[in-house]
């Protein structure tokens, strides 16, 4: 079997071409089994975030005020949303995914050291600082991995980029607690 030129469509290719037609309809109904939720997941979550804490909704009183915002802002993000994918849908490159574990690991990075921080010490930031390291953590991770090569004899980074960058995030919180007492 030839595998093709874009390797999104290894698995569709094998599904629909070689499994035979059960296979091929089991594989599209898996797919969008997969995908639906997890959008309509984010939606719903982005848009109970833009209501709840940007906005105030819980403050409110006019219901049928909040309802018409609260589907703009929905309909507002699926929009968004379908730009997103026509845009690497537009980009036709082969390693999608990479470059969305990449993003991922600049963001989702702050996030693991701040849940790690939370999970595994009892120390108390300083809660002004943390947006500042949140944000320098990926700024210190992207400098890292920009000049790798020159520093560390060619080494390039990869998906560690993620535990590295949570790591920095975790160092800083915890340089934030010094003088701090342990929450009990």
Known sequence: MAIPSKTDDLFP????NHLGEFAGIV??????????????GALTSLTTSVCIDFLGFQKREDEMN??????????????LLLCVVVFFKSLNDSAILEKLFTVAGYTY??????????LFTGFKIRDGWAPFICVLSPVLC?????????????????????P???LITFTGLYL??????CVE
Do not use: C
């Not at 990075?109 to 939370?118: D, H, I, Q, S």
């Not at 992207?142 to 993620?162: A, D, H, P, T, V």
């Open 164 to 166: 590295i960058n949570g």
């Open 109 to 118: 990075g702050p996030l693991l050291g701040l849940y790690a921080f939370g």
């Open 176 to 181: 934030t607690t010094f003088g701090s007492k």
């Open 66 to 79: 909040k309802k018409k915002i609260r589907h703009m802002i929905h309909l507002g993000f699926a929009i």
């Open 13 to 16: 290719v094998i599904a629909l």
């Open 27 to 40: 594989f599209v109904i898996g797919l969008i089994s997969a995908a639906y939720p997890s959008a309509d």
């Open 142 to 162: 992207f400098i890292l991995n920009r000049y790798s090569k020159q520093w560390l004899g060619g080494y390039e980074f990869g998906f560690e980029l993620l």
